[in-house]
């Protein structure tokens, strides 16, 4: 490249600002990028135009540049100002051809993101912990009238002995000496287009920026342990099979002094052996003869708040539904509480005494109907003398 007019090679004077010469990179660059340009020669002019843009776009080494003709041979791929470089693609900001990503996202996809180091997010800025899920199951009757009580759990809390640093007592971790508190190493790989950078997680301290020389006994540098934690929870009235509830900071601690996450508690509603519910209404099946259906008559009926009085007007059918105002659930999203409905459920005896088969037999033909029975006593009839 010292053989070459760098100048020439972007297009530019030798005057031109540094915006000019980044448009022209920009420009050229996406030009003869051999994914996008498949022409015999595009990709040396590419490699061309970036060894050219890696000097021209760094003040310092175009000064250097201007005035020796040269670098001091630190041009390339492969050299200190390479992709990952001050004036390579890991230290400009790329926002884009046309908008959208543009050429940056475009070399992240083929390489790995090896251009995305200016994008990715401060590895030693605080980061809230985990969520946590945990399921309780209720009673019927606390699902409708809710509960306090406690929960107990393990979680991943702070470290008390070295308060989440993760170093030893009277230590502090310290910048990580592979990758300079970035959190990432750039490394240099073979390639059909020539030797390309991309980022890895650095693996010395796995992506914090940090490294602890000497560790907390207590978490082995983790920053966390393992604990059990208890807490209060009401349970509000009228919650149902499935809902959740949401407890800020009750899940793991978080890491660089982040919060902690929350906890999402899930419900589970044990079945009810009287009653049945969709929402904020109850429903219960009551059982009733035939006699207090035709007749009509006064019941006690079971709601969820306790007995209450019930009227069966005369001639009732089975299956009938009445309801009770303000005997169901109490609404979880809303003022006051839902209804019950009783459906009636008219029972047949299926043993009857002589004087009840009189009665009937007596009803029947008061009724003008002919009921002839089957005619025969059972066993147990006759040893009772029926």
């Known amino acids: 490249m010292a053989e070459q007019d760098l100048y020439k090679v972007l297009g530019v004077e030798k005057d031109a600002s540094q915006d000019e010469i980044k448009k022209a990179y920009r420009k050229l660059s996406k030009k003869y990028h051999p994914d996008l340009n498949h022409e015999p020669g595009a990709e040396e002019k590419f490699k061309a135009v970036n060894e050219a843009y890696e000097t021209l776009g760094d003040a310092q080494k175009r000064a250097q540049y201007d005035q020796f003709g040269s670098t001091g041979g630190q041009q390339g791929f492969g050299g200190a100002g390479g992709f990952g470089g001050a004036g390579g693609f890991g230290g400009q900001d790329f926002g884009g051809f046309g908008g959208g990503g543009g050429f940056e996202d475009i070399f992240s996809s083929f390489f790995g993101g090896g251009a995305g180091g200016s994008r990715r997010s401060n590895p030693t800025a605080p980061q809230q912990g985990r969520d946590l899920q945990y399921e309780m199951t209720l009673k019927f009757e606390d699902a409708i009238f809710g509960k306090k009580t406690t929960i107990t759990y393990n979680r991943e809390e702070q470290c008390e002995t070295c308060g989440g640093s993760g170093a030893k007592p009277g230590t502090s971790p310290v910048t990580c000496s592979k990758c300079h508190g970035a959190g990432y190493i750039q490394v240099q790989t073979n390639t059909p287009l020539g030797r390309m950078m991309s980022q890895q997680v650095c693996d010395v301290c796995h992506g914090t920026g940090k490294e602890i020389k000497d560790k907390c006994a207590t978490c082995g540098g983790s920053g966390h342990t393992e604990q059990s934690h208890s807490i209060k929870v009401t349970v509000p009235a009228g919650v149902e099979e ?9 899940g793991e601690a978080g890491t660089n002094g982040g919060p902690y996450g929350d906890l999402f508690i899930i419900f589970r509603v044990e079945p009810s052996k009287d009653f049945e519910r969709d929402g904020a209404t ?26 209450v009085k019930l009227k069966i007007p005369a001639g009732t059918q089975t299956g009938t539904t009445f309801r009770l105002r303000g005997k169901g659930a109490p609404r979880l999203r809303g003022n006051g509480n839902g209804d019950e409905r009783v459906t009636v459920n008219i029972e047949t005896p299926t043993h009857l005494n002589k004087g009840q088969k009189e009665a009937l037999k007596t009803f029947a033909k008061a009724s003008g109907k002919s009921v002839a029975g089957n005619g025969k006593s059972s066993l147990f009839d006759k040893l009772r003398g029926v």
């Open 282 to 307: 109850i429903y219960f099946k009551l059982p009733i003869d035939f006699v207090q259906a035709a007749l009509g008559d006064e019941v006690q009926v079971k709601t969820v708040h306790g007995d």
């Open 242 to 250: 499935g809902q959740q509830m949401r407890l800020q900071n009750q």
